[in-house]
């Protein structure tokens, strides 16, 4: 990914002991829908992110359009709950978000639970915040690929920035 800064464009190592790392360095997309807006969720969803760890590269609040949503939601289009979920995605601002870190992708899927708030474990965003299958307060890239296709639907090159986190030796250990 040429827009990661150098000492992050090789892949973690995987493990000469236990630990083994699913994948490397990455970004993903993270919104906060309208009704997390709304609710004003938009602190304490931020300060999850940043308390693990994860660094923010991207930020800003829109008014989604359909068209963009049609995008976003390509594989959902055609089911019978589409308008109403354009509808809900309308409804208010977003607030969408990049972060970037060591498998960022996986974790923040993690970190905002199941799409089913009713399926959602406490501790995570949905299984905190929200109840509702259509009112989930928060969207998050639920694949490598699918991030990198949503961050360049949401975010221009420009509106992404590289820097060094003062703390990055705490919380990554480079191996020499
Ligand atoms: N059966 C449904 N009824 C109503 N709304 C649904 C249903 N399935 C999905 N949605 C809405 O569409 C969104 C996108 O569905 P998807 O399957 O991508 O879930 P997700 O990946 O967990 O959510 P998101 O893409 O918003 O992070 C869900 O978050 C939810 O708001
Ligand atoms: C599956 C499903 C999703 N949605 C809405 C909420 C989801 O966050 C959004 C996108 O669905 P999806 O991308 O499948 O879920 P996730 O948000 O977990 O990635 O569509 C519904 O309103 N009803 C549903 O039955
Ligand atoms: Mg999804």
Redesign the pocket.
């Known amino acids: 990914h040429d827009c990661l800064p150098v000492y992050f464009r090789q892949r973690w190592p995987s493990s000469r002991r236990k630990t083994r790392f699913t994948g490397g360095v990455e970004r993903t997309l993270v919104a906060v829908k309208p009704d997390g807006v709304q609710r004003r969720y938009v602190g304490q969803i931020i300060q999850r992110f940043e308390k693990r760890g994860f660094k923010l590269v991207g930020l800003k609040m829109l008014q989604a359009s359909d068209g963009l949503l049609s995008q976003h939601?390509r594989e959902?289009v055609k089911?019978p709950?589409y308008p109403?979920?354009v509808d809900y995605m309308t409804s208010g601002p977003v607030v969408a978000m990049v972060w970037e870190g060591l498998n960022v992708v996986q974790s923040s899927r993690r970190m905002?639970g199941?799409?089913n708030p009713a399926e959602a474990p406490a501790g995570t965003v949905r299984g905190d915040l929200s109840l509702h299958?259509?009112r989930?307060v928060?969207?998050?890239s639920?694949s490598v690929e699918g991030a990198e296709r949503e961050i360049k639907l949401w975010f221009e090159g420009k509106e992404l920035l590289n820097w060094e986190c003062y703390d990055h030796s705490l919380t990554y250990k480079e191996d020499k």
Do not use: E, G, Q, R
């Open positions: 939601y959902l089911k709950f109403n979920l905002v199941p799409t299958v259509s989930n928060v969207h998050a639920d």
